[in-house]
């Protein structure tokens, strides 16, 4: 695998490979019932977490994730200059009010869904860039505050059409650090937004397929690598019905990914109830990568992953006006040292 | 004046200096009866600007002042690299659906009225890193669509308290270049979240003071300099009353800013009706800075400016459950060459 930046790409690099020191993760039962039960740093026995509000008990594990991460890898909170963070709430106040209480200083980002992986991609950049030596890229997401604020009322029972997803309750946090072991951020692809015209605010899957599509090949076309070279192609929340449609759509420009994709979304759940297609949710990247994805890194099993979290960036107000759903994807390409030096 | 960075600083300095090659500025009828009038490349006859809906102009706003930032700077859009924007609508829908329609790489930032500034550091550090070439860093605000999602519809007719200010029509957008003529971006100062408890949502400039205080305190400190060494120090949109306690928060830290301190909101109108404190909104900061400061730079007037815009990180979600104000703002020096000569 040869690595050349033509001319303009929409990848950035990252000579100095800043490692992903340390992770935290919170998921609720649902979640923790699932794949990454096993590998959360603390599983919720309730998803009100102790708190008055679905949003109060969103921005908690947004603050445990933080915290956690940092704990993990054994950082004084002062010596983090940065938090790359954001979350679906109205203007974000999950992660502005979990700044707060961290007096850190803080970069609030938005791209619904796909907030992982622009927060890892800004906090690489700074940190490659040597501006600073430690930030934490986090973000999360609850099912209920998300159902109100973006749905219907939870005490209206809706029914839930089969197309549906279903927002995860759960944060995740990661500390990028110049120095120290752990898992490398070689390169990232900046997404571009992406609307194929989908109206329907129930099929995330279908609308956010493209965008992720794009930013699939734009990076393998500008890192001159193939679906092969990665060990895991990993996309956000995309669930059972887009995780199709990106194939599909990747097979049509020439990369066949169906040996190496997951989507998040599809396994973040036994899926036996109304969750349908899946999982979405900024939380739903956040802790399928932070907790399962990582874990494999970091034992080895995996030596380079690309992960694409996908972002729909509607609102209940650009919906109501009859706009279609222009979503975006941000990739970041995780490697091992063995990967690298391979 | 002597540039040493303390061992945990809060600022970010960049070595090649990126330049700010062009603005692009759009603003309502009310707007352009002020100071910024004869500055702003398109004044609005109309703040419905031939669109259905307050947010579609407010999206309509942000396009223009981007394309027209492009075009000043001579660019073709193919060559601009990223885009960096947010605003204050929920889920940043003028942001992103401006994104669509230019089809550049796009990274979302929300910290509300601190948006520009948050979005010119950001650029700044991705151009001095050398990923990217040319970037884009924009915002905009509309007074109707704001009204109606943080406060009362319109058509109530409402009264105004004295305290309140009023948000701007009107959308902000400059280019930064690693190479080319025009001021440049020497440092930035990445804020953090300060929440004094103000609860009064009517009351955004006391709120937004104590973090553009704490941000202008840590600046001086981190880059040795002192109030003087800046031509003008622009805070974003704190309004006649939160720029006095701005005073008095830097004055009760050692640094008497009253001489060259200037604020967005308390400029941009004429107050003869019920404007009250100033303007405000993303669209404040982003119209003067661009506008009226940008000019005074270009021409030599001013040498050295620390533009320190503020953003309130409330939702109506967050003052409904009895939450307080959380506020950040973000700074960013600007020089003319003969200053960083000099």
Redesign the interface.
Known sequence: MQLKKPA?G?T??FKNMPKITATGTVAGPKECAGIVGQYVDRALENDMFGES?F??AECKMLRCAIDCAIENAGLAR??V??LFS?D??????SA??A??DF??????????CSTMS?SIM?AA??V??G??KNAVAATGSHFASAER?YRYPLEQGTTRPPQAQWTVTGAGACVISARGGGAGIANAT??????YGVTDVNNMGAAMAPACADTLVQHFRDTDTSPEDYDMILSGDLGALGSRILKDLCWEKGFDISCNHVDCGEIIYKVIEDEFQGGSGAGCSAVVFNSYVMSMLKSGLFRRVLFAATGA??????SG?G?SI?C?S?AVQIETQTAARG
Request: charged share 20%; net charge negative; aromatic share 8%.
């Open positions: 303009r929409h950035i690099y509000t949003e109060k002062g010596r200059d940065a954001g679906l709430l109205n203007q974000i106040i502005s009010f700044a707060r007096e850190i200083p803080f970069l609030g980002v938005y791209s619904a622009e800004l950049a700074m490659n860039a501006y600073i604020q900046i997404g571009r937004v992406v609307d960036l509607l609102s209940t107000v650009s006006q706009e222009p975006i941000h």
